[in-house]
């Protein structure tokens, strides 16, 4: 999985919020409810043995489809969240440095609204347009000059050498210890060497002659890295220490050994902090750290939440040098996985298998596992469904460590909930890898988050180290913006963050990333943008430069810097609002991870409110299509136990308009809720195109069972043979993947050629569901629950922000540059759970001219078919997959009703269709 959780804004209208009502108040937070599913066992698709047997041996099965009854969707808030207590996380003042103060030097004027002391009411900035045409020009603002000298005097201090502040008693490591070895450990080599690695098919690679032409090539490329060797023990440690004599590199690797036995014997504090000097240079334990590995050590399940930065990869680094089995690391994105494997200590080999990797690659690493080379794995959560990676696992290749890394992806109540992760079942885990130690790990994650993952997990609540979500040395502020590119700039110039060495902006849309980065450009600031619609090559690059101080500033979306350790990042800037608290705690923890002062500056302004507001409903289903999604899903099917089916992502999310996340979503609750239905298989392309060459298809049928299947199940289009792959493999009782490899033995002997297309999810029938209406009840309830949280999140921060840039003003008498401390409270209290004050409802419930309006798109769009779901989404400018943004964002209505709260608009809609329709007619393709 290679995925990013940004969005691109082309499918978000221009067209500005109208009539703003004053804001009422809402209802308190919402609500999310940890989920009641639980994990089932599982089937094992069959060995390979099994199905080359099979091939000989067809049994094609046949049978009818039965169409479910529908029902009305029902909605309900989920309960609310109960507090954890947590534990202050503290970072000390080193000596000598001041406390930023408010005035030292006036510098820039901004214009008004930027940390102004007379703030305008939010929606004032904002004009209401009672037009119907969309409003693109940019919204006008009253500039005002003001000082902004009070960050002046803390910049100050921000350039000189601070101790790490993180921990003040733990003063930074030597410089060459503490700096990673970018191409460190041997794993590295597969990583930049994969391609030209792998090209020498049969021949079995060694790892350290690997190794050594690894290095011959990044000596070519680097320079500085001369005298590269290694020295490997029996337990899959290496010890690679550059630019040093032999036997410096000898006595550091022998220390390393010493400290690991010392801590074998005895997991005591002074052994650990001696493995900790001799491992990484360090001195002390940062808070919480010595804890969670001691847990760990113990054979003890923990979850470990700790704030951005505060160095969580260690607490799985150091067991899994003293453990004797592989530390399996389980982690949401590739990119991150390469960072992790990147950053671990020369001392440790790594490895990685993911998605994204071809077969040879994933080959040749579970080679290297099954040899004992690799001593921590990072893995993408989707290789939990692939029976040949579980089976590497064995008493001599043994799990002693899953570690779940973002472990908040767990919980659908987390800001970025991933359906795969809802694989990590502390039962699946010790079904499939007799692992009895889980650590999950997290830096954001609200109580009702880390109950749902502990429960996930079985971690007990006694297992729990937290400590706050937030380091002390970032300075937050925020500022509404009419004019936000323009008080970028004024910001950017101004002190402290003209002297910061480099610079994250965040941006909510891909668009904006290239718009501001040129815009940045042009005015002598060397930036560059960076989102997940760019060729992976092209981050790297750019992540590289950044790192190595290339480019000052990176524009970014949220798919930039999670797990990024670059030290000195001076600032961090939010150019849209987050989603989340949590998105915005993972954002502004980029900045001072060497400790050093940080400055977090975010810019509110309504429009990008409002179109985050829409997008939060962009996942939403109607009971109806979830209804539709289970009759195709179980292939309208009574008697289709064990049978293997497949759904075409594209096509079944048109015919659904559910984004292919939601029916992931919804197949894993299959999976993995209360009852089995069904047992998800790796997603293959699963139409295929044949022709054959040597042999004719007859005879060659003759020999071989499968192609006699083929020939049986296909259809004959313009002379080749096209075929559904789950199909012909459910005729001779093999799996998918294994049709296909024999399709590939055929090929290589010249036999066939053929091509695969459409993306499909695979499963197998477990059980089929005796009632569809409750079930799907059910499932859109639980869906309802996470859009309903999702919604909620984003007013909490924006009511923080709110609150950040009025209310702590008038309460607390704080000026911009002392808003940290209010900001800092509001943060906390959300994921303590505790505190959480009303969150403002910015949304206008109703408008004069909705139904109207309403009325006269369907009037005009008469021909087509549509929801009220589907309506309301075009109202708010969201484009979905039966109604795409390139074909409705030509519409008059498009994006026109984004401050009518969405349930409002689809309410609205409702009734104009039923008096459109009529009563009796079908509302519903
Ligand atoms: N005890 C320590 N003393 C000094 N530095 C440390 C210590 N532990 C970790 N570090 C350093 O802190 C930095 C951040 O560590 P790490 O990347 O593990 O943070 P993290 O908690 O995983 O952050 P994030 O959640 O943002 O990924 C690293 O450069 C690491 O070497």
Known sequence: MDSDSDSDGSHISATPPRDPFPPPRRPPPPPPKPPTSSYKSKIKPSSHSETISKLKKPSPKHTKPEPPPKSIPQTEPPPLPSPIGTLPFQIRRPPNQPHPVSTVRSLETLPAGFFSTHRASFSKIQKPSLSFEPEITPQKTTERKISISDFSDSSKTSNKKLPNLIRADAPLPPVNLQKRSVEGNFVKLNINGYKRKFTTKGKKTNSYSSKSK?????????????????????????????QQPKSEKNIKFESIKAAISAVRKEASDENLVRLLKAMYG??????????????????????????????????????????????????PLVALMIDQLKQLPPVIRGGLLSSSQGPEEAAETQR????????????????????????????????????????????????????????????????????????????????????????????????????????????????????RMKDMLKLMKSSPFSEAQSIIVYCKFQSETDLISRHLCDNNISAKSYHSGMMARDRSRIQELFCANKIRVVVATVAFGMGLDKRDVGAVIHYSLPESLEEYVQEIGRGGRDGRLSYCHLFLDDVTYYKLRSLMHSDGV??????????????????????????????????????EEVMLTLLTHLELGET?????????????TLNFHKTSPTLL??????????????????????????????????????????????????????????????????????????????????????????????????????????????????????????????????????NNPDVLDKMTHNSPFLRADIKVFLQSNSHIKFTPRAVARIMHGIGSPAYPSSTWSKSHFWGRYTQIDFKAVMNAAKAELMSFVGKDAPLFA
Request: charged share 20%.
């Open 214 to 242: 690894y290095f011959k090539r990044s000596k070519r490329r680097v320079k500085s890295e001369v005298n590269t060797e290694s020295i490997c023990d029996e337990e899959g440690l290496v010890a690679e220490i550059k």
């Open 282 to 331: 360090y001195d002390s334990f940062r808070d919480g750290q010595v804890e969670a590995i001691k847990m760990v050590l113990a054979g003890k399940s923990t979850i470990l939440v700790l704030p951005t930065g505060a160095g969580k990869s260690l607490c799985y680094q150091i067991p899994a040098v003293v453990l004797p089995g592989i530390t399996l690391v389980v982690s």
């Open 368 to 483: 290297l596992i099954q040899e004992g080379s690799i001593k921590v794995l990072f893995v993408s959560p989707e290789r939990f469904l692939n029976a040949d990676f579980l089976s590497i696992f064995s008493a001599t290749t043994f799990v002693s460590l899953v570690v779940v890394d973002e472990a908040h992806c767990v919980s659908e109540w987390s800001h970025n909930f991933r359906p795969s992760y809802m694989r990590l079942r502390a039962s699946l885990l010790r079904a499939e890898l007799n692992v009895e130690c889980i650590l999950a790990m997290t830096a954001t994650a609200t109580t009702t988050t880390l109950h749902s993952v502990m429960s996930a997990l079985e971690i007990p609540s006694t297992n729990l180290i937290q400590k706050a979500q937030l380091r002390d040395n970032l300075r937050l502020s925020v500022s509404l913006s009419g004019n």
């Open 622 to 659: 109607d009971e109806y299509a979830v209804n539709k999604f289970l009759c195709q899903v179980f292939a309208d099917d009574t008697n289709s136990h064990g049978k293997v089916c497949s759904l075409i992502k594209e096509s079944a999310s048109r015919k659904f308009d559910m984004k």
């Open 676 to 688: 089995q239905y069904l047992h998800l298989l790796p997603q293959l392309n699963v139409t295929c």
């Open 701 to 834: 049928a003759d020999k071989d069972t499968a192609v006699a299947a083929i020939l049986k199940k296909s259809e004959i289009k313009q002379g080749q043979y096209a075929l559904d792959i789950p199909t012909v493999a459910n005729s001779i009782g093999v799996a998918p993947s294994d049709l296909l490899n024999h399709l590939q033995n055929l090929k290589v002997k010249g036999e066939i050629t053929y091509e695969l297309k459409d993306p499909a999810y695979c499963y197998k029938i477990v059980e089929v569901p005796s009632d569809f209406c409750s079930l799907s009840a059910l499932l859109t309830r639980w869906l309802l629950d996470i859009e309903n949280c999702k919604v909620w999140k984003l007013d909490t921060v924006y009511s923080a922000v709110v609150f950040a840039v009025d209310a702590c003003e008038k309460a607390h008498g704080c000026n911009v540059s002392q808003q940290t401390s209010c900001l800092q409270q509001r943060v906390l209290d959300y994921f303590k759970g505790d």
